[in-house]
């Protein structure tokens, strides 16, 4: 167990190394930072003086090595729009988009859940096909069309829900809450929306799979000719044993609701990392394009390392084979 834990530690310690090479890379191969921070007036002088003082003379290795021990520290230089320090404005702008998160993933729980198994159990419903339908639809059409859609209708159409921004927010230290005002809940619905769709028919899709196969395992026919109630065998014996791929999916799928909210938040200009980021590229803005890029990382490599360990955990057979499974996803 000790030595599969320290094992994957030294992977992960690995893929963010090379993580950290993207983002060095981005620092000294894309563009110059330089002329994205002077005006076209500033002198020669200046900008060297200015090179020198950031460190841009120095040899590759030196600079990586630098970058490497400053995103250690959560330091990753000033932003070249903003004219900030990198970590303070990916703080500021971090609630927005957990928050947002935190909104889809419970949207594509409660929603996705009760669909897979309705699917499951009257398969041959115009319900269910309607539910079949709408996960297909949801798993074809883009995220960003599917926002752009919500926002003709619901804000434009009909006007119910407002089209762009978060709304209100409440200060709580450091933390912005749009949960604690009428017209922050009413600003996350249509993106919240946008960004669970595509997870909910994943997990509508994954409990009718599962929740089918297991209702044809010998122990809930044998549940059946007990004469237990079907009410008791479908969501007492089946749904009980459905549900553990789907919290472990789940959880897999938390980094990637985070890492792709960046389209979700650039159509509803929703004032998150992801439009922060996507308005770093518009401006070759590399510090925050980087830190952006080591933060997901992180991120993704955390959940997989937990994932994994608790696999282990749960099943001591993997203990034995000396591997686990890992995964991850993403759209």
């Known amino acids: 167990m000790a030595t599969f834990i320290v094992r994957r530690l030294l992977q992960s310690v690995l893929v963010m190394v090379v993580v950290a ?16 921070m002077v005006g076209q007036d500033t002198s020669f002088e200046d900008r060297e003086r200015l090179r020198e003082d950031l460190g841009l003379n120095d040899p590759a290795p030196v600079q990586f090595l630098r970058f490497v021990g400053n995103a250690v520290q959560g330091d990753f230089g000033l932003s070249y729009r903003h004219g900030r320090p990198v970590a303070d404005l990916l703080v500021e702008r971090a609630p927005a988009t957990l928050e947002l998160s935190f909104a889809a993933g419970v949207f594509a729980l409660l929603v996705g859940v009760p669909m897979g198994i309705h699917t499951a159990l009257w398969r041959q419903s115009w319900l269910a096909k309607a539910f079949l339908t709408i996960s297909l639809i949801g798993i074809s059409l883009p995220t960003f069309l599917i926002g752009i859609l919500l926002i003709l209708v619901f804000a434009v159409w009909l006007g119910w829900m407002p089209s762009f921004g978060r709304g209100e927010v409440v200060q709580i230290g450091w933390w912005s809450t749009g949960f604690l005002t009428a017209s922050g809940l009413k600003a996350m619905v249509l993106p919240a929306i946008t960004l669970g769709l595509f997870q909910m028919t994943l997990i509508m899709r994954l409990v009718r799979a599962e929740m089918l196969e297991v209702l ?3 122990y809930i026919k044998f549940a059946r000719a007990r004469g237990l109630s079907a009410r008791a065998v479908n969501f007492g014996h089946a749904l009980k044993n459905t549900l553990v791929p789907v919290i472990t ?15 979700t938040e650039t159509v509803f200009q929703w ?21 952006y ?3 997901v990382a992180a991120l993704f490599v955390m959940i997989n390392l937990v994932v994994d360990i608790l696999y282990v955990i749960v099943d001591p057979r993997l203990r034995i084979g000396g591997g686990a499974v890992g995964g991850g996803g993403g759209r």
């Open 249 to 263: 999916i789940t959880g897999l799928q938390l980094g990637s609701v985070i890492a792709f909210a960046i389209i």
């Open 216 to 218: 044809r395992t010998d």
């Open 21 to 36: 090479l993207v983002g060095f890379a981005l620092f000294a191969y894309v563009g110059d930072p330089i002329n994205n």
């Open 293 to 295: 890029l080591v933060l």
């Open 271 to 291: 004032p998150g990392m992801g439009l922060l980021f996507m308005q770093a590229i518009e401006f070759v803005d590399i510090p925050v394009m980087a830190a």
